[in-house]
């Protein structure tokens, strides 16, 4: 009971209460589920364009695309949790999010199957995540937001794409332009 207790005690620390959680939220697919970003997180929305793979990183992270001339790290979601590969489609989207890094805020890009529409969701329509124990961690989980006859996982952007994540990509990002930086000196 304790450990159930515990886990609930974490997600409302995490996400805050209904009412902070209240407001508009940009939702996508991701197999048959629903998901919802808080829509401040949220940069642009842009078609699936070429992403350039990274060496050396984790399975999950795309690569990077340049995005009027800024360097992007991408990161497929649904790897990221744990689902199967999907070819892209028509729909496959990127969702440009501000993610908190450990300096300051950086850019990156999610991949999607595709964007549903935004939704502005009330604090009783928000419940806590249910708590499954010790070795489930929701702490990405800001809660579930129960819409239309429909449930909505509404995730924290910035405790999904981890510290570790950030760092990755901020990384990886530096490493590209570097190197872009390199063979356009050599060229001139």
């Given at each position: 009971m304790n450990d159930v207790r515990k886990s609930s005690e974490n997600a409302k620390v995490a996400g805050g209460t209904a009412s902070e959680r209240a407001?508009?939220?940009?939702?996508f697919r991701l197999a048959a589920e629903e998901y919802g970003l808080e829509i401040l997180k949220v940069r642009e929305i842009i078609g699936l364009m070429d992403i350039t793979k990274v060496p050396r990183t984790p399975q999950y992270i795309r690569g990077v695309i340049?995005?009027?001339?800024?360097?992007?790290?991408?990161?497929?979601?649904?790897?990221?949790?744990e689902m199967a590969g999907k070819e892209d489609t028509e729909e496959t989207c990127i969702i440009v999010v501000d993610v908190e890094g450990e300096h300051d805020s950086i850019l990156m890009g999610i991949l999607v199957d595709a964007v549903s529409e935004v939704l502005?969701?009330?604090?009783s329509e928000i419940e806590d995540a249910p708590a499954f124990g010790v070795g489930v961690d929701t702490r990405f989980i800001?809660?579930?937001?129960?819409?239309?006859?429909?449930?909505?996982i509404l995730l924290d952007i910035d405790r999904v794409l981890?510290?570790?994540?950030?760092?990755?990509?901020?990384n990886a990002?530096?490493?590209?332009?570097?190197?872009?930086?390199?063979?356009?000196e050599s060229v001139i």
């Open positions: 407001g508009k939220y940009l939702t340049n995005l009027r001339g800024k360097v992007i790290p991408v990161v497929d979601l649904r790897l990221k949790f502005d969701i009330q604090a800001l809660g579930i937001g129960k819409v239309k006859n429909t449930v909505k981890t510290n570790v994540d950030v760092s990755i990509m901020e990002a530096a490493e590209n332009a570097a190197a872009s930086s390199q063979l356009a």
